[in-house]
């Protein structure tokens, strides 16, 4: 199979046609620093009211992207894979460009189910299914539910911590090397994996600004994101091909014996598959566990209501989803010219399509900057996408955030934020590495 790393295509310099909405003043959605202090999500406001479909040049000669921000719009993008591909440019917003940031993840992160059109997505995503079914699902959910405990229990007598470090980090954690079938002597390695990706962004971004004259610093750090990436793939490609030979009944060796084509996987979509689960598996569920506590913090009498009525804990999942989006983007490359909203996009153009922003669309949601663990379709969120690359593990996210909930809510009933967060500088995942929390401290 052709890999799409060696021809994904960055975009056509645009706009070709005429531009249907105004260009808005002061969007920096291409840059990662943007979002260290959450999304941008009075300016998506301004998209959606003024120009739901806006071109958004790029620096650096890059060819620039139409912005799409309402639900319906989105929906439609992310719907009609026959006119705009995952394959052609990846879903990243930029292709990887020779000789920045790290070879091996640039190419990785587009060898990839996730960047897959038909019918070769399809394939490849059959092979995922058996580990998202109701009945393995059912098992997950008390498997989940028995380390939720301890977790608590390692927390209730501090009286305060970091929920990244005590809890966000490490239920999702468990839960994705209990499907992938990770030893437990292996894991801890994860979470320290996991800190180096949510910078990658960052660090591309500060090598080409210091190309010559990098710190001491930098230096040390491009040592020390270098290693723990290669020791990541290294592990990655030690325990596939071990599955390959050994099978065992767990996500590690549906991925290592899994074919296209009649094909087993290269090495290169090993990596890619490797990379794509321990990153789409964990980081997205740890930061809306994050964000979750920080929106009950913020809406005291909807915390006051689920704690109350625990059987709406299921549809606030879908609501803590909706109001985090964790993941910020997805992008798509037009296989031809067509239409959007009265603008019309052509055959090359990028398209990137905003989660946050369709998420807080108030043509769907009523108030909906607002936390309603009751709202009576919350589940209508697209955070997981739409059509044929919806998410296979939403349910096991919403699976964890339920029973997380459950327990912190009912043992440590006044929980909440201090008001300490640190989000990393990422415009692809809203990633939270830090979130101080408080509570009645408890033996």
Same mark, same amino acid.
């Given at each position: 199979?052709?890999?799409?790393?060696?021809?994904?295509?960055?975009?056509? %310099?645009?706009?070709?046609?005429?531009?249907?909405?105004?260009?808005?003043?002061?969007?920096?959605?291409?840059?990662?620093?943007?979002?260290?202090?959450?999304?941008?999500?009075?300016?998506?406001?301004?998209?959606?009211?003024? #120009? %739901?479909?806006?071109?958004? &040049?790029?620096?650096?000669?890059?060819? $620039?992207?139409?912005?799409?921000?309402?639900?319906?719009?989105?929906?439609?993008?992310? $719907?009609?894979?026959?006119?705009?591909?995952?394959?052609?440019?990846?879903?990243?917003?930029?292709?990887?460009? %020779?000789?920045?940031?790290?070879?091996?993840?640039?190419?990785?992160?587009?060898?990839?189910?996730?960047?897959?059109?038909?019918?070769?997505?399809?394939?490849?995503?059959?092979?995922?299914?058996?580990?998202?079914?109701?009945?393995?699902?059912?098992?997950?959910?008390?498997?989940?539910?028995?380390?939720?405990?301890?977790?608590?229990?390692?927390?209730?007598?501090?009286?305060?911590?970091?929920?990244?470090?005590?809890?966000?980090?490490?239920?999702?954690?468990?839960?994705?090397?209990?499907?992938?079938?990770? %030893?437990?002597?292996?894991?801890?390695?994860?979470?320290?994996?996991? /800190?180096?990706?949510?910078?990658?962004?960052?660090? #591309?971004?500060?090598?080409?600004?210091?190309?010559?004259?990098?710190?001491?610093?930098?230096?040390?750090?491009?040592?020390?994101?270098?290693?723990?990436?290669?020791?990541?793939?290294?592990?990655?490609? /030690?325990?596939?091909?071990?599955?390959?030979?050994?099978?065992?009944?767990?996500?590690?060796?549906?991925?290592?014996?899994?074919?296209?084509?009649?094909?087993?996987?290269? !090495?290169?979509?090993? !990596?890619?598959?490797?990379?794509?689960?321990?990153?789409?598996?964990?980081?997205?569920?740890?930061?809306?566990?994050?964000?979750?506590?920080?929106?009950?913090?913020?809406?005291?009498?909807?915390?006051?209501?689920?704690?109350?009525?625990?059987?709406?804990?299921?549809?606030?999942?879908?609501?803590?989803?909706?109001?985090?989006?964790?993941?910020?983007?997805?992008?798509?490359? &037009?296989?031809?010219?067509?239409?959007? &909203?009265?603008?019309?996009?052509?055959? $090359?153009?990028?398209?990137?399509?905003?989660?946050?922003?369709?998420?807080?669309?108030?043509?769907?949601?009523?108030?909906?900057?607002?936390?309603?663990? #009751?709202?009576?379709?919350?589940?209508? /969120?697209?955070?997981?996408?739409?059509?044929?690359?919806?998410?296979?593990?939403?349910?096991?996210?919403?699976?964890?955030?339920?029973?997380?909930?459950?327990?912190?809510?009912?043992?440590?009933?006044?929980?909440?934020?201090?008001?300490?967060?640190?989000?990393?500088?990422?415009?692809?995942? /809203?990633?939270?590495?830090?979130?101080?929390?408080?509570?009645?401290?408890?033996?």
């Amino acid at each position: 199979m052709q890999l799409i790393s060696q021809t994904a295509v960055e975009g056509r %310099p645009g706009p070709v046609f005429p531009e249907a909405y105004p260009r808005l003043e002061g969007l920096e959605l291409n840059n990662a620093s943007t979002f260290i202090h959450g999304q941008p999500f009075s300016d998506f406001a301004r998209l959606r009211e003024a #120009a %739901p479909v806006c071109w958004h &040049a790029e620096p650096d000669d890059l060819p $620039g992207f139409w912005i799409v921000t309402r639900h319906a719009d989105v929906m439609r993008v992310n $719907g009609d894979p026959a006119t705009f591909s995952s394959r052609r440019g990846g879903i990243l917003m930029n292709t990887p460009k %020779p000789g920045v940031g790290h070879v091996l993840l640039g190419r990785a992160s587009f060898d990839t189910m996730i960047n897959m059109d038909a019918p070769q997505h399809l394939q490849l995503r059959r092979e995922h299914m058996p580990f998202f079914t109701p009945a393995y699902l059912n098992a997950l959910k008390a498997k989940v539910a028995a380390e939720v405990t301890p977790l608590i229990d390692d927390m209730a007598p501090k009286g305060g911590c970091d929920m990244v470090e005590a809890f966000s980090s490490r239920l999702p954690l468990f839960t994705l090397c209990e499907i992938l079938g990770v %030893p437990e002597a292996d894991r801890p390695k994860f979470l320290q994996w996991m /800190h180096y990706l949510e910078l990658a962004q960052n660090l #591309a971004a500060e090598q080409a600004a210091n190309p010559i004259t990098p710190s001491l610093e930098l230096i040390q750090f491009v040592a020390d994101f270098n290693a723990n990436v290669e020791e990541m793939f290294a592990y990655g490609q /030690h325990m596939l091909h071990k599955r390959r030979g050994d099978p065992q009944s767990d996500l590690m060796t549906a991925i290592a014996r899994a074919q296209v084509d009649g094909e087993l996987l290269s !090495d290169e979509y090993l !990596d890619g598959s490797w990379l794509l689960i321990v990153f789409a598996g964990n980081d997205t569920t740890r930061n809306t566990l994050s964000g979750a506590m920080k929106l009950l913090t913020e809406f005291p009498v909807q915390k006051a209501k689920l704690a109350a009525q625990p059987e709406l804990l299921g549809n606030a999942a879908d609501e803590f989803i909706r109001l985090v989006s964790p993941v910020i983007y997805m992008r798509r490359t &037009a296989l031809k010219d067509t239409e959007i &909203a009265g603008q019309k996009v052509a055959e $090359g153009e990028k398209v990137i399509m905003y989660y946050g922003a369709a998420n807080r669309d108030a043509a769907v949601f009523e108030n909906p900057d607002t936390l309603d663990v #009751a709202r009576p379709n919350a589940n209508k /969120h697209i955070a997981f996408g739409y059509g044929p690359h919806v998410c296979l593990g939403k349910r096991v996210a919403q699976i964890q955030l339920e029973e997380a909930y459950r327990q912190l809510l009912a043992r440590l009933p006044d929980i909440e934020w201090t008001g300490e967060i640190d989000i990393a500088p990422n415009n692809f995942v /809203h990633a939270i590495r830090k979130l101080g929390i408080r509570y009645t401290a408890r033996t």
